[in-house]
């Protein structure tokens, strides 16, 4: 007999060659065959754990892209198949050997495999054609595998909430398990990791196993030593499912603990854990998700509000800020800076909302302000109350006619389970649990009070204005308009958190938003400037005009608002120590100094910002983890489509959707024309021209602190039985109203139709440092993946936010 006989005793021996009792073991497996053949098996298996100081190169081998691996002082070129299977076979011969090379290079991927496969083809048609080109019954068709193929304008689905944590580390040991399905069929499978209380296992088909489902799994290979033998025969539950080709992977929990079976599994990982690498797939997958977080994050265009309810009514609690969602802020700030946009989004609109059942249809907002005699007042409506109030054509012309005119969408979803939650995806023993004060402590409490999260994002354009202008109101007496005016009462507090580095903050107390004039005497000068923000300790101020400061500097501060709230005759003098210097010189961060004489400084600050905090709009410091905790709740209520914009060589594309993790119409749109589960297909807005059209003119514009430029077009979906198809249309190609309100009119009868608002930035260059103890754990493990993560997030030049805004399209042209 060849040896290729006997490769079933080689695979089963290999994974104990290491092992003390290989012998004996050896020996029991092959005490049937004859000596010549055991002779034969030994001498392959010791040949297959020979050194190897080949590289393996599959550059022009395989359709795939290869990528640089370097492992022990050899660089391999493989690709993502080849990859996961070298790391297979180094788990299994403990080095790079002859066994790991021929492994990879026999692989189904590799050039002689698939050129069999291509002449085999080639000789079955030739003879298909000699024989009439009929083939008979009895003959099977060659069955070639193909290769999953992504098509240029298709996008990877990418999740921002995969973050799942395990209680321990699993490590990757491969051994063979019997697997009982509920119908009492028993399967043979592998685990690719393994864990006292979880596994992993390899299956050659999907056996119609379900998330949920209870499999029976038998450790077949897992000796024991002691006296009483524990039945292996463990119950598993099935938390993900995972399939490439003709391979499905299925994620186990283990449901019964017992501590017989604990130290049994315990010990045999502890045997093989030399040998085995740990499994860090799920770190990989977590910092994935938290690398598009930081850079969706850093360039949001709506603003995420948090409300809690109070009496009934719901009450604004924090919200989330950034660099572009500032200049939304900065428009709700009142005559005497506060913070009215919570006023905007009041109980009853929150109520008119939810009660559409439809939390990925917003309502439509429309708002002017008014300045008279100093002061700033604030008008708005939704949609269903001007037209309850028959004033839609009076409010839109008088409106749309100031500079402050603004139109907003509000998405509103009512928040049923603590997604708020940051698990960390480290394991156990390396989370530094984090000591918080007691008024850090409270705000963490406040996140269990969350009911509603809000997303206020603002669509109108400086075009759409003269549209709304052209109303013709039959009702023309202007102070009827005063009904839909905000009360200037006292809010109470929004909480801004800043998220624009994602970066948790290092300040011991919160920051108050306020302007106010602030002298600073330092050499005998007088200098002037503004207040940014102040806290019992510390202040910033915005300089009028620069002078030569350095930090450690000790500077004499009189603020007049702190004299007249004290009732203090004469200018009281602050001592404020400056702890950093910005924009050359023009922002000063100051710590205030404590002497004898000037110990009522921060008692004074204190009392007045506890008399005026009801009214005040504070940046608040609260712990690490909870701004982390507030973006994931964000992030499980998207109400925007996310899109990634990478280059790839020389050359733009949209790379990666953001996977939205409730329905969205939006997503389905692209989601429903690709064939591939992984991805969507973006043809609609980046086939042919479009994207050049759509995106690359608009963002050789850009810079990367240039604020989101948008660009509008219309998306027809038509359903032609078997599959489906688009047109895009732009905006520019219709010349009037009217020609508008026509095209939608027949669209729509057509098939479904979007209006589509694209709001894109530059994203900012990628910062690793909030999760760096999670990527240097996942290097130390599987470094070629890190690394393949980090040039994905690197290749990101661009992000974009998409809303569809038909209803506000109706409404700009004033379509019946």
């Known amino acids: ?5 006997d490769k079933a005793f080689i695979k089963k021996l290999i994974p104990y060659y290491q092992d003390s009792n290989f012998n004996e073991r050896f020996e029991h497996v092959t005490r049937e065959l004859s000596k010549s053949r055991r002779f034969l098996v030994k001498m392959e ?48 011969f403990g080095k790079f050997t002859v066994g790991v090379f021929e492994e990879v290079t026999n692989a189904k991927n590799s050039y002689r495999e698939k050129q069999q496969r291509e002449d085999d083809a080639r000789r079955n048609e030739l ?3 000699s024989q009439g080109a009929v083939k008979e019954k009895t003959s099977e068709p060659v069955a070639i595998s193909e290769e999953i193929v992504i098509p240029p304008n298709f996008a990877q689905k990418v999740s921002l909430t995969n973050l799942n944590p395990r209680i321990e580390e699993r490590i990757n040991i491969l051994t063979r398990v019997k697997v009982r399905l509920a119908n009492g069929r028993t399967i043979h499978g592998l685990t690719t990791n393994m864990s006292t209380r979880g596994a992993k296992i390899k299956l050659n088909n999907t056996y119609k196993i379900a998330l949920g489902d209870v499999l029976y799994v038998d450790f077949v290979e897992i000796e024991q030593t002691g006296e009483e033998i524990v039945s292996l025969d463990l119950t598993y539950k099935v938390i993900d499912v995972t399939s490439s080709g003709d391979q499905h992977w299925f994620n186990l929990h283990r449901v019964h603990q017992q501590a017989d079976v604990d130290s049994v599994l315990t010990a045999f990982i502890k045997k093989e854990r030399p040998s085995s690498s740990t499994d860090v797939e799920h770190i990989i997958e977590g910092v994935r998700s938290l690398g598009y977080q930081f850079i969706h994050l850093n360039k949001m265009s709506g603003l995420p509000i948090f409300f809690e309810q109070r ?214 000068k007088q200098y002037s400037g503004t207040t940014v ?50 924009n050359e010189g023009k922002i000063l961060n100051l710590k205030i100094s ?10 004074a600050v204190y009392r007045i910002i506890k008399s005026n905090q009801h009214k005040l709009t504070a940046q608040i410091a609260p712990p690490a983890n909870f701004t982390k905790s507030l973006i994931l709740q964000y992030c499980h209520y998207l109400s925007s489509l996310i899109i990634m914009i990478s280059k790839v060589q020389n050359s733009y594309k949209v790379s990666q959707i953001i996977t939205p993790p409730q329905h969205s119409s939006l997503f389905n ?91 894109m930035s530059r994203s900012p260059k990628m910062n690793y440092k909030t999760f760096s103890r999670e990527i240097i754990y996942a290097a130390k493990q599987a470094s070629y993946k890190t690394r393949q993560l980090q040039a994905e997030l690197d290749a990101i030049i661009a992000t974009a936010e998409i809303v569809d805004i038909l209803p506000e399209i109706k409404q700009r042209f004033n379509c019946h």
């Open 669 to 759: 749109l692209f989601s429903v024309l690709s064939p591939i589960d992984s991805h969507c297909d973006m043809s609609p807005i980046s086939q042919n021209n479009l994207f050049k059209e759509i995106f690359t003119n608009t963002l050789k514009q850009l810079m990367a602190n240039s604020p989101a430029a948008c660009k509008e077009v219309y998306i027809q979906l038509i359903n032609e039985g078997q599959s489906y198809r688009t047109l895009t249309h732009h905006f520019d190609h219709f010349e009037t109203p009217q020609e508008h309100c026509e095209f939608i009119s027949t669209a729509s009868k057509e098939g479904q139709l979007f209006a589509l608002r694209i709001s």
């Open 1 to 5: 007999m060849s040896l290729d006989d």
């Open 127 to 129: 003879k298909s054609r």
């Open 45 to 92: 298996i010791n040949r297959l754990f020979n050194d190897c100081n080949r590289v393996i190169d599959l550059r022009g081998r395989v359709d795939a892209t290869c990528f640089e691996h370097p492992h022990d002082g050899l660089v391999h070129y493989l690709d993502d198949v080849a990859l996961n299977l070298f790391e297979e076979s180094i788990s299994v």
């Open 311 to 524: 009496d009934n009514i719901y009450i604004p609690m924090f919200a989330l800020s950034n660099s572009e969602n500032k200049n939304m802020l900065s428009y709700w700030q009142t005559h005497n800076n506060m913070l009215r946009i919570a006023s905007l989004i009041s109980h009853q609109r929150i109520k008119q909302a939810l009660d559409t059942g439809q939390p990925d249809q917003p309502i439509l907002i429309f708002c002017f302000t008014h300045i008279a005699k100093g002061r700033k007042f604030f008008y708005s409506a939704t949609e269903q109350e001007l037209k309850e109030s028959g004033l839609t054509d009076l409010f839109m012309q008088f409106g749309a006619k100031k500079e402050s005119w603004k139109i907003y969408q509000l998405y509103v979803n009512d928040v049923k389970d603590y997604e708020w939650h940051m698990p960390d995806i480290l394991p156990q023993h390396l989370i530094s649990k984090e000591k918080s004060t007691l008024e850090q402590h409270k705000h963490l409490l406040k996140l269990h009070d969350i009911e509603i999260s809000a997303y206020l994002f603002e669509i109108s354009t400086g075009d759409g204005f003269k549209h709304y202008r052209m109303r013709k109101p039959q009702e023309t007496r202007i102070n009827l308009l005063q009904k839909f005016g905000h009360k200037d009462a006292k809010d109470a507090g929004i909480k801004l958190i800043e998220t624009s580095n994602m970066t948790m903050s290092n300040r011991r107390e919160d920051r108050f938003n306020y302007q106010t004039k602030v002298n600073i005497l330092h050499k005998r």
């Open 594 to 603: 404590v002497t004898p004489e000037t110990e009522f400084g921060p008692k």
């Open 533 to 582: 923000d102040f806290s019992v300790h510390g202040i910033q101020v915005n300089l009028n005009d620069t002078f030569e400061i350095h930090k450690g500097d000790i500077l004499k501060v009189i603020i007049p608002i702190f004299n007249k709230a004290a009732k203090e005759a004469e200018d009281t003098v602050l001592l404020y120590e400056v702890m950093r210097v910005a």
